[in-house]
């Protein structure tokens, strides 16, 4: 097993005739590549569709930059940013067609699945800060593109990139989203926090939401975490302090995939027909959208394709137009550079592993969950009032 410039998208996996290639987990739970010499019959293909190394050849240039935010609140509330994901799985929907994102399966693993109604495309909403697992889905892709299917794909870059390198030639039937990505880390290091949360509480956790808008709003992420108690009743959770533990972790970039820091994905040049991201600091850059703090997304259109699918969803967002200039300029480094490497990464599978209660509390010193508290009851008591004055104006 090499442990170098993977980063676990299965391509190789799936383009194995031979099946000669195996992943094996290491000890912090990442998976790389393992070759049976006696079943290779050296044909090359596995690097081929390896986007680690060929990503270049299906990178686009960027066409347009736009500021985009769903006009549909509900949706609105329930997605990452501004919903766009939203608006195009929408869309696929309507034309019978099908989408692959990550989902939480019933143990809470994250892995790729295809849904094909709206119902079902509420698991896949709202973006999962832990590596999604592929398994089989590139193969499944290819049989619905051959029965000519739409098919829309969204995924990390790497993710998009080995799906277009294991097709090996283009569809007009396939719509792709990358993200502008921070890193994943490990299911097993989100396991080890769930799992502490969960002896805790005495209950299962059975839907978990790292970016929960009704707590605090869109721009100071707040996680949240449903969880179900022996008797059956569900219990929803604001704050957790070793679920924040995770999020303060993965966002200084301590728990990061190694392979990760040298992203090579990191570049305005996207692998997506369209790139989705936050758009952070957008109150220096657009003035036109009337609430921005329930998020507003940072758009980017990589190709006609792109193009042809933004022009028949426009019509259900609010949308302003960017520029790369600006894109560059808003909080999103991950659109220029990889994550940097912390010393602190040195350690931190080990420590959580061995440590854990002193490796969560070192995250957790600079913290005031009662601001979290103050910040969602506030929210609520304003839908209240909002309400009451709704209620009001009808009477009168
Ligand atoms: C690991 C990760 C890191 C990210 N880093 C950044 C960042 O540094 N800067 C930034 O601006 N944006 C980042 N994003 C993207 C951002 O969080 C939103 O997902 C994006 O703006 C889309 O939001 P939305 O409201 O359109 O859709 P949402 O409804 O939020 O949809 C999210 C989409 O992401 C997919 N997804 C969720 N989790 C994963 C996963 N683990 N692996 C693959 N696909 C997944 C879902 O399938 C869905 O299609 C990241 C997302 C992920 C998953």
């Known amino acids: 097993m090499v442990e170098n410039n993977c980063s676990e998208c299965n391509a190789c996996v799936q383009i194995c005739k031979h099946q000669a290639i195996e992943l094996k987990v290491n000890e912090e739970g990442f998976s ?4 049976n ?4 019959i050296h044909c090359n293909l596995c690097i081929e569709v390896c986007p680690m190394q060929n990503g270049d050849k299906v990178k686009l240039s960027n066409l347009k930059v736009l500021a985009v ?8 509330q329930k997605s990452s940013s501004g919903g766009v994901f939203s608006l195009i799985a929408n869309y696929v929907i309507k034309n019978n067609g099908i989408i692959y994102g990550a989902a939480w399966n019933a143990e809470m693993q994250l892995c790729h699945i295809g849904v094909e109604t709206e119902k079902e495309l509420e698991r896949l909403r709202g973006s999962k800060y832990v590596h999604s697992y592929i398994g089989n889905v590139f193969q499944d892709i290819k049989v ?14 790497c993710q998009v990139a080995g799906l277009k390198l294991f097709l090996r030639k283009s569809y007009d039937n396939l ?23 969960e002896i805790e509480l005495n209950e299962k956790t059975v839907d978990y939401k790292f970016r929960d808008k009704s707590i605090a709003g869109w721009s100071c992420s707040s996680s949240s975490s449903l969880t179900i108690r022996k008797n059956g009743k569900k219990h929803f959770h604001i704050y957790n302090r070793n679920m924040r533990a995770y999020y303060l972790a993965f966002i200084k970039g301590d728990i990061t995939r190694e392979d990760c820091y040298s992203c090579p994905f990191t570049t305005v040049e996207r692998v997506g027909d369209i ?44 949308s302003e137009n960017s520029s790369i200039d600006i894109a560059l300029q ?20 080990k420590k ?35 309400i009451e004055y709704l209620w009001k104006l009808i009477n009168k």
């Open 32 to 35: 790389y590549p393992c070759i």
């Open 37 to 40: 010499i006696e079943k290779c």
């Open 69 to 76: 935010q769903i006009k549909n609140n509900k949706t609105l």
């Open 144 to 157: 619905h593109l051959k029965n000519n299917r739409l098919v829309y794909f969204t995924g990390t870059p």
């Open 175 to 197: 719509i792709t989203s990358d993200l502008i990505c921070h890193g994943t880390p490990s299911q097993k290091i989100f396991d080890v926090f769930r799992h502490n949360m």
């Open 275 to 318: 790139t989705l991201a936050d758009f952070w600091g957008i109150d220096k850059f657009h003035h036109f959208f009337p609430n921005q703090n329930n998020g507003v997304s940072l758009v980017l259109i990589n190709s006609q394709q792109g193009i042809n699918i933004w022009e028949n969803i426009k019509n259900d967002a609010i």
């Open 330 to 349: 808003t909080c999103n480094k991950n659109l220029y550079e990889p994550t940097i490497r912390p010393c602190a990464r040195n350690d931190s599978y």
């Open 352 to 386: 959580a592993f061995n440590n854990f209660i002193s490796f969560r509390d070192s995250y957790l010193l600079q913290e005031n969950p009662s601001k979290i508290y103050i910040s969602y009851y506030k929210r609520k008591i304003k839908q209240i009032k909002c």
